[in-house]
């Protein structure tokens, strides 16, 4: 395994392209996911940029930390993977499988990390019940921001932990 | 003149003292303790009494010295499955059992340290793997140089990798804490842990540093990573190489970069480790022990 061989490079390829992805994953999901939860009554590029909206931006933060992190931890088991059953030779077929299993890892992480910030949601929602967040957030509540951003944080940290788990089990990486 | 406040801190440092120092004071002439690296969480249970060799391969072929065969069914890194046979030598068997373990009731400090035993405080001891494993190197240079024939590795190709898979696939076992009468603190030495064809976390890992370091020409540097926290305790090998993207490394100042290996179960590829042992590396929860 020396890191000048072949392996070396196509494995720092795969690397940074994996990361590049979840990077690309992580901003555009969380952009999404902001006009979904608003009812696409944001434009997030406007309220940060022209409203200098401190709120959006700080939610924004949390939801691209928690995609990201979930996007982070399927790459530990697509490298194991890569090393272990296509580095030392591959098929098309192989790689075709490998391909895909990189996909939907990455649509995992994805899915995982809307479904944290839909459950932090939900959860603040349910306490107060009497408060329209994403209308507070608009008018630059920064305080319901800080809020709703932290409790992203804590519940990201608790779902990170299984979504290798998740990737391991389903694309026997 | 103290103080009424002075006399009653003065009395609370003087029970804290008293409580505290018969828990500190090292308890002499009491039984040995033994501090296990071999405890995986998860694992199989404790009690466990000596078990009989279990699947053993071939039978005994009787020449001038009795020679054990054992055979290993793998499937090596291009997928293929191998064939691996070790003939093991009764002799060295008979001293290598002889040469770990201590005798029940055993408290001479001075045997249970020659026996592979480290005092680590005044009777506590931990297993000397160092010692374990310069004691075993006689035995397997002819051992490691059959398992990289039946390899079949393609010239060029270094073997950590296919040595790595093959220890892998070694059935996880805890070994039990008796062998042959002697407390073995539930840890097999390599060629025991070859002769008895299973092993746990430490058994396995001390194999693969046998393995690797006594192919002719071998320059390997290894050393055992005990990870330890509360009730996890986990033993890996580590390797002197520098990692591949994705890797878990561990940097010793002066020794350089060193890389994890698994060898508890399959699916481990070299440099990396489950997310639970990472941690407690990140955090340098582990015991680094140079083998060589």
């Known amino acids: 395994m020396n890191e000048t061989s072949q392996l070396g490079i196509v494995s720092t390829v795969i690397y940074l392209a994996l990361i590049f992805a979840s990077s690309i994953i992580s901003v555009l999901g969380s952009i999404g996911i902001i006009r979904f939860f608003a009812r696409k009554s944001i434009d997030v590029k406007e309220e940060i940029v022209k409203n200098k909206n401190v709120g959006i931006s700080l939610v924004l933060v949390s939801f691209i930390w928690a995609i990201g992190r979930m996007c982070i931890e399927t790459i530990q088991p697509i490298m194991n993977a890569w090393y272990s059953s296509y580095a030392y030779g591959f098929t098309f077929r192989s790689i075709l499988r490998f391909s895909l299993g990189i996909l939907g890892s990455l649509l995992i992480a994805l899915l995982s990390g809307a479904l944290v910030i839909f459950l932090s949601i939900r959860i603040l929602m349910v306490l107060t019940r009497d408060i329209d967040e994403w209308l507070e957030i608009k008018y630059g509540n920064t305080a319901v921001a800080l809020v709703i ?20 089990r389903m694309f026997g990486f | 003149m103290a103080t009424r406040t002075q006399k009653v801190n003065r009395a609370i440092v003087l029970l804290t003292a008293a409580v505290t120092m018969p828990l500190l004071m090292p308890r002499r002439a009491l039984t040995p303790r033994f501090i296990s690296p071999s405890l995986l ?3 199989p249970s404790a009690a466990a009494a000596r078990q ?4 053993k391969g071939g039978g005994v072929s009787a020449e001038k010295e009795r020679l054990f065969l054992r055979k290993f069914t793998w ?5 293929a499955w191998r064939e691996t046979e070790f003939h093991l030598s009764e002799k060295d068997i008979k001293k290598e059992t002889r040469s770990f373990g201590v005798p029940h009731g055993e408290k001479s400090s001075f045997f249970i340290k020659k026996m592979g035993y480290l005092e680590i ?16 190197r006689e035995y397997f240079p002819a051992l490691s140089s059959a398992l990289l024939l039946s390899s079949a590795l393609p010239p060029g190709e270094e073997p950590l990798f296919a040595f790595l898979l093959f ?9 039990p804490k008796y062998y042959e009468g002697r407390f073995i603190d539930c840890f097999f030495t390599p060629l025991i842990c070859l002769y008895e064809q299973y092993g746990d976390c430490d058994s396995k890992s001390l194999l693969l540093a046998e393995f690797l370091t006594t192919l002719p020409g071998a320059r390997e540097k290894v050393a055992m ?3 330890s926290r509360f009730s996890t305790t986990h033993s890996i090998l580590a390797v002197d190489r520098k990692p591949l993207p994705g890797m878990t490394t561990l940097y010793n100042p002066g020794k350089g970069y060193f890389i994890p290996l698994e060898t508890s179960a399959p699916g481990w590829s070299p440099g990396f480790i489950s997310r639970n042992v990472a941690e407690l590396i990140r955090k340098g929860k582990i015991f680094f022990i140079d083998l060589n």
Do not use: C, D, H, W
């Open chain 1, 149 to 168: 951003a932290a409790t992203i944080f804590v519940v990201g940290m608790f779902f990170e932990s299984i979504i290798s788990y998740i990737v391991i």
């Open chain 2, 41 to 43: 969480v998860g694992g």
């Open chain 2, 52 to 55: 009989a060799p279990q699947n």
């Open chain 2, 75 to 79: 499937q090596s890194i291009s997928k």
């Open chain 2, 121 to 136: 405080a005044p009777n506590l001891y931990i297993i000397n793997y160092r010692q374990i494993y310069q004691r075993n």
């Open chain 2, 167 to 175: 220890v892998q696939q070694i059935q996880y076992k805890r070994p």
């Open chain 2, 225 to 227: 990573i005990v990870a």
